[in-house]
């Protein structure tokens, strides 16, 4: 880490020692940016750093609606309008109690890579509250989403920022909130992804980022003579990623034997496939956040307390579940296994003490931002669709994302060996993300 980027990330520290989420972001990323700030001095002429580590735009509100009860509820929410050097603000919308500014803001920056690296016209923004859908009705959940659009539709727009679904808001929450927008801004128009597939959605979108995860580890194993076939994989989450990444592996002949929820971990050693890929969606759809469930349904199958999946023997990992699910020690046990790929699909999946140790260990590692792009890649495709008034097939949207996946995948590698870190994928997805939207900011001046 050279003297510029060293004082930009000290400078980040001091003023937002509070947000560590959205640090432990920072860190990450402009540490690897070392190589290509000291080739190119005109990234520090142009305080590019200074300037993409900071929002253009904030937007912070407050969310009253009515319960069931009729009782009057408050919740809080934001907006994080991160980067818009390439394109409009593009990201999703999370609905959980955890949601903090932090959080928002660590997404939105992790977001401004990913989009970059997708090579679509599409920049970096992140929104959510601390609202629970769990256990609401769909009337409350209905009456949220309204008065939250009513709020943020005025920051929003095809041409100025895309909001799409994430963590708590699917297409029950995405389908209430594009009603609202539709209502009060009097349009129709492509400003949320992740619509239904009657009203502007796009085929794919709900298994996109999971089959890109294992397109990206596919293309990862292919520059090594190998391939997904005959793998065994573990999977932690049981939620839409993980739901497409079962999918994707099974179709590429790989064998899936752990899903996970907050409740623990489950073994199954026959692999999970057929009807039990169907009782994910099911296990999704009931509200419940226990994966204890599947263990129950389904004769020979363990179920771990309380416990991450990393534990067992596998060939490939795929952290599907949320951030920092992944360890230092997580990680050293995978590696004690032989575990030799490990392929994010959830933003920061690992800590930073894990991707220390994966990079050292030169395994087959990738960060999420290049790894889990494919769902916002769909989200582009969906707003490509929704511009020209058209539909593609099931067939050419998966196409298209799968040669998305091996278009980063390609960037990853080849912006890696041009620094001198051949290999290293988070080297050469942070460079490949960044070079990008830095040249356009500095083509676009001071703004």
Not at 54 to 76: A, C, H, L, S, Y
Not at 356 to 370: D, Q, R, S, T
Not at 378 to 387: A, F, P, R, V, Y
Request: glycine share 12%.
């Amino acid at each position: 880490m050279n003297s510029y980027v060293s004082a930009v990330l000290n400078d980040l520290k001091t003023r937002y020692h509070w947000e560590k989420e959205f640090l432990q972001a920072a860190e990450e990323v402009l540490d690897s940016l070392t190589p290509i700030v000291e080739r190119e001095p005109k990234y520090k002429a142009h305080k590019i750093l200074e300037r993409i580590v900071e929002p253009e735009r904030t937007i912070m509100f407050r969310v009253p609606w009515i319960d069931d009860k009729g009782e009057f509820q408050v919740n809080r929410a934001y907006r994080v309008q991160f980067n818009s050097a390439i394109g409009p603000y593009k990201g999703g919308i999370r609905f959980h109690p955890n949601v903090t500014l932090s959080t928002l803001k660590f997404l939105g920056f992790e977001q401004i890579f990913k989009n970059s690296l997708t090579g679509l016209p599409m920049g970096g923004g992140k929104g959510g509250s601390d609202f629970n859908p769990n256990g609401k009705s769909d009337g409350e959940v209905m009456r949220f989403c309204q008065s939250f659009m009513t709020e943020l539709f005025r920051h929003i727009g095809p041409d100025t920022d895309v909001p799409a679904g994430d963590i708590g808001v699917g297409g029950r929450e995405v389908g209430y909130m594009f009603g609202q927008y539709k209502r009060l801004a009097n349009e129709f128009t492509g400003v949320l992804t992740g619509k239904g597939i009657n009203w502007g959605g796009s085929l794919v979108r709900p298994e996109a980022t999971g089959f890109g995860v294992v397109y990206f580890a596919e293309e990862m194993l292919k520059s090594k003579g190998d391939s997904m076939k005959g793998k065994k994989v573990a999977i932690s989450g049981f939620g839409n990623v993980s739901w497409g990444a079962v999918i994707k592996a099974n179709d590429l002949g790989a064998k899936v034997v752990t899903i996970s929820g907050p409740d623990g971990y489950v073994y199954d050693k026959d692999g999970v496939s057929g009807e039990k890929i169907e009782y994910m969606l099911e296990m999704r759809a009931s509200g419940r956040d226990k994966v204890e469930d599947y263990a129950k349904k389904f004769k020979g199958v363990e179920f771990h307390a309380g416990k991450r999946p990393w534990e067992v023997t596998v060939d490939v990992a795929l952290p599907c579940a949320i951030q920092n699910e992944m360890d230092g020690k997580d990680a050293a046990t995978l590696l004690k296994n032989g575990c030799k790929v490990v392929v994010e699909g959830s933003n920061m999946s690992s800590t930073l003490d894990a991707v220390k140790l994966f990079v050292e260990k030169k395994i087959l590692y990738a960060p999420g931002k290049a790894s889990n792009a494919g769902g916002v890649a769909t989200s582009g495709l969906e707003m490509s669709q929704n511009s020209m008034r058209l539909g593609w097939s099931r067939e050419e949207v998966d196409q298209k994302l799968r040669n998305i996946m091996i278009g980063i995948h390609h960037s990853c590698v080849t912006a890696a060996k041009e620094y001198g870190f051949e290999g290293n994928y988070v080297v050469g997805a942070n460079i490949a993300g960044f070079k990008k939207v830095a040249n356009a900011m500095v083509e676009q001046g001071l703004v």
